[in-house]
């Protein structure tokens, strides 16, 4: 058993935002979130997490409602990165990475030699070792969003939970993100607008539209033409490289009349 919804729903303003989603992620595998823009995947990550809670339905951990289980224990479990987490303090990039032993350090606790193992391995899995010391706010894009994903390991998770972890970056750092979150082999749960990086990178997909779970499982099963014609109202071509790997390839129809002579 690993983290799950059953007929989760949530809402703010009077607006039902996520409706009776039932989902489960497999352990050690990558479930990719996909849907439109207000299709509620950061909403649904936020109860997953107990960020927020659920007005009905239930979120479990093992087979247990997290709403039962104490803060310090979910966060042993559960670790989440955001979108993009900004910040004034001069931090440096182990400070950044030292937050994410907070459950398990008591209060007003040492640190300890096993805290700092943490830490030095979190870094040393996102490949930043070397920018241990160095100021956060001199950090590239990418590279913040790898000191993110340091200290959520620095917390020592079975389920990572990520909110668009590639927003903003260029592919090159998008492809770098993806492929470590690949090769973590925890639970993850990530919310991703791109479909080819969705179909590139995740076991298991999820397709959420205006609240509602449409459809899940394999890539290959979930991104069909059709499907994505019908929620995203967007016409594409499924292509199979020779490597076997399935393209999104979307048709954008010539305007008409572009190029004809005025007056013509």
């Not at 009905?56 to 979910?74: H, K, M, Q, Y």
């Not at 004034?88 to 040492?110: F, K, M, N």
Request: contains cysteine; charged residues 20%; negative net charge.
């Amino acid at each position: 058993m690993t983290l799950a919804t059953h007929e989760v729903c949530w809402g703010a303003a009077g607006r039902i935002i996520v409706d009776g989603v039932t989902l489960q992620a497999a352990p050690g595998r990558v479930l990719g979130l996909i849907g439109p823009n207000g299709s509620g995947k950061s909403s649904l990550l936020r109860l997953l997490c107990r960020l927020r809670n659920v007005a009905s339905g239930v979120v479990t951990l093992d087979g247990r409602d997290i709403a039962a289980l104490a803060r310090r224990e979910l966060a042993r479990r559960l670790a989440f990165v955001e979108q993009q987490a900004a910040t004034e303090i001069q931090l440096s990039v182990c400070d950044v990475v030292r937050l994410g032993r907070t459950p398990h350090r008591a209060a007003l606790a040492s640190w300890t030699a096993a805290d700092e193992a943490a830490v030095t391995e979190a870094l040393a899995r996102v490949g930043l070792s070397e920018r241990h010391d160095q100021s956060w706010h001199t950090l590239s894009g990418g590279e913040r969003q790898r000191v993110h994903i340091a200290r959520a390991l620095a917390q020592e998770p079975s389920e990572l939970i990520l909110d668009e972890p590639t927003n903003h970056l260029d592919i090159q750092h998008q492809l770098s993100i993806l492929s470590l979150v690949r090769r973590l082999g925890i639970t993850c749960i990530m919310a991703l607008h791109d479909l080819n990086l969705a179909a590139m990178f995740c076991d298991e997909i999820a397709l959420l539209h205006e609240g509602r779970l449409q459809m899940a499982g394999p890539p290959d099963e979930v991104l069909t033409a059709e499907a994505i014609q019908r929620i995203f109202g967007v016409a594409v071509a499924i292509r199979t490289g020779a490597s076997g790997r399935r393209h999104i390839e979307y048709l954008v129809e010539a305007e008409q009349g572009a190029g004809g002579l005025a007056g013509a």
